[in-house]
């Protein structure tokens, strides 16, 4: 079974930065692609930025776009979310998913669409 593992999370001020990372317990230089979603209390989780590594694109929600990038250490099976200027409404648990293959369809921006998901790490931005 595969694990994925976030951590880095925490507590930043507005307007500051934060990285936190994603590590999966299976290589991951041939998978299809991945996710960053996001869930904050009494609400539904959502769609942050994805990864195609088949593609070689990335793609991020309007509300996070110019601010937050998503990159890969494939020596490392590692993926990172760096968040820049950070806004109280970016307070969440943050999630990491894996798609490994194209078996089904479906789009980046979904948790469907994915096949594995980590645990969560809390980031609390203070105003």
């Known amino acids: 079974q595969v694990q994925l593992a976030e951590s880095g999370g925490g507590l930043v001020q507005t307007g500051g930065s934060l990285r936190i990372s994603c590590v999966s317990s299976?290589?991951?230089?041939?998978?299809?692609?991945m996710g960053w979603f996001r869930q904050a209390p009494g609400k539904e989780r959502e769609f942050v930025g994805s990864?195609?590594?088949?593609?070689?694109?990335?793609y991020y929600a309007d509300s996070v776009k110019g601010r937050f990038t998503i990159s890969r250490d494939n020596a490392e099976n590692t993926v990172y979310l760096q968040m820049n200027s950070l806004k109280p409404e970016d307070t969440a648990v943050y999630y990491c998913?894996?798609?490994?293959?194209?078996?089904?369809?479906?789009?980046?921006?979904?948790?469907?669409?994915?096949?594995?998901w980590g645990q969560g790490t809390q980031v609390t931005v203070s105003s």
């Open positions: 990864a195609s590594f088949i593609g070689g694109t990335t």
């Open positions: 998913a894996y798609k490994w293959s194209l078996e089904r369809g479906g789009h980046f921006s979904t948790v469907a669409f994915y096949d594995d």
């Open positions: 299976r290589p991951t230089f041939n998978a299809y692609g």
